[in-house]
């Protein structure tokens, strides 16, 4: 299973950006997929999350109603997309996708406890 991200860069206070990530390797369709972040310095934070039917759970505390996740299983992507972004929203976002099939994410997995694929991540920078 292979992850590519894509979309991240260099964007105002208050712009927007849409991240994408494509898998390939299985069939998209019947895994949950999810964005996680991690800033310099700190531990990789839970963004948002997304079913195999389109179920989302989005951070309620930092991104809730500025991020917005969905997907589109006949291009095997799911997308991320951030509207008035904040300096504090710089940080490098990963895609992942859950390991087994009609099993949601969890907010608190990590790249060590096998329930989950990542990719190599995509760099956000929010200039004030």
């Known amino acids: 299973v292979q992850l590519q991200a894509s979309g991240g860069g260099l964007v105002q206070a208050g712009g927007s950006l849409r991240l994408s990530c494509t898998a390939s390797g299985r069939t998209f369709s019947e895994y949950a997929a999810g964005w996680f972040r991690q800033a310099p310095g700190k531990e990789r934070e839970f963004v948002a999350s997304i079913t195999w039917d389109g179920i989302t759970t989005t951070n309620p505390g930092s991104v809730r109603g500025r991020f917005t996740i969905s997907r589109d299983n006949a291009k095997n992507t799911v997308y991320l997309q951030m509207n008035s972004l904040k300096p504090e929203d710089t940080a490098v976002y990963y895609c992942?996708?859950?390991?087994?099939?009609?099993?949601?994410?969890?907010?608190?997995?990590?790249?060590?406890?096998?329930?989950?694929?990542w990719g190599k991540g995509t760099q956000v920078t929010v200039s004030s």
């Open positions: 992942t996708s859950g390991r087994f099939a009609y099993t949601p994410l969890t907010t608190t997995t990590t790249t060590e406890d096998g329930l989950a694929y």
